[in-house]
T-cell receptor
Framework: DARVTQTPRHKVTEMGQEVTMRCQPI?????VFWYRQTMMQGLELLAY????????DSGMPKDRFSAEMPDATLATLKIQPSEPRDSAVYFC?????????FGPGTRLTVT | GENVEQHPSTLSVQEGDSAVIKCTYS??????FPWYKQELGKRPQLIID?????GEKKDQRIAVTLNKTAKHFSLHITETQPEDSAVYFC???????????FGKGTSLLVTP
């Protein structure tokens, strides 16, 4: 049963520190999404890639967030510098067609 | 992104009753509408989806209906069980591309 994996599962860091989250999409999936989930805002799309090319990053604060796909098996989301308002669960999802399959998420706490 | 409105935000039903969650969308070009179930502390899981060329789809106790003219779609759960308790999210595919616009979620509680 293939699944999207994410690391780390939990991260606690201090304001101003760099945070890097990693995602391994399901093998063969060519579209990768990054979402942020908070109680107030729900599930927000931050960015997504198709065939490793960024298609949309309009949901991402450009000054501190960056997303990349160094290869087909790895997607990264970086926050530098982190702020307390970045505290949330960050989900990665992958797809071949329209059906998106989510990873377990990274719970980020910025103090 | 385009708006997806979801109602109600919370829903409490007795075991065995039916539950209905409704969503509306604004992008007339949307043609794919999935529903996700998220248990506490877990990942959202796709439970059913519908495409714009059909009006209804059923999978055991779960059904989804779509009215493209009115731009709304609904999730129906029959014979609810306590394990159906979770947050349910509807979504609509953005008219261009592959991104989904999600509703805010419905917290469903099924009491024994």
């Amino acid at each position: 049963d293939a699944r999207v994996t994410q690391t780390p599962r939990h991260k606690v860091t201090e304001m101003g520190q760099e945070v890097t989250m990693r995602c391994q999409p399901i093998l063969g999936h060519n579209t990768v999404f990054w979402y942020r989930q908070t109680m107030m805002q729900g599930l927000e799309l931050l960015a997504y890639f198709r065939n490793r090319a960024p298609l949309d990053d309009s949901g991402m604060p450009k000054d501190r967030f960056s997303a990349e796909m160094p290869d087909a098996t790895l997607a990264t989301l970086k926050i530098q510098p982190s702020e307390p308002r970045d505290s949330a669960v960050y989900f990665c999802a992958s797809a071949t067609g329209y059906e998106q399959y989510f990873g377990p998420g990274t719970r980020l706490t910025v103090t | 992104g385009e708006n997806v409105e979801q109602h109600p935000s919370t829903l409490s039903v007795q075991e065995g009753d039916s539950a209905v969650i409704k969503c509306t969308y604004s992008d007339s070009a949307s043609n794919y509408f999935p529903w996700y179930k998220q248990e506490l502390g877990k990942r959202p899981q796709l439970i059913i989806d519908i495409r714009s060329n059909v009006g209804e789809k059923k999978d055991q106790r779960i059904a989804v209906t779509l009215n493209k003219t009115a731009k709304h779609f609904s999730l129906h759960i029959t014979e609810t069980q306590p394990e159906d308790s979770a947050v349910y999210f509807c979504a609509a595919l953005a008219g261009s591309g592959y991104a989904l616009n999600f509703g805010k979620g419905t917290s469903l509680l099924v009491t024994p």
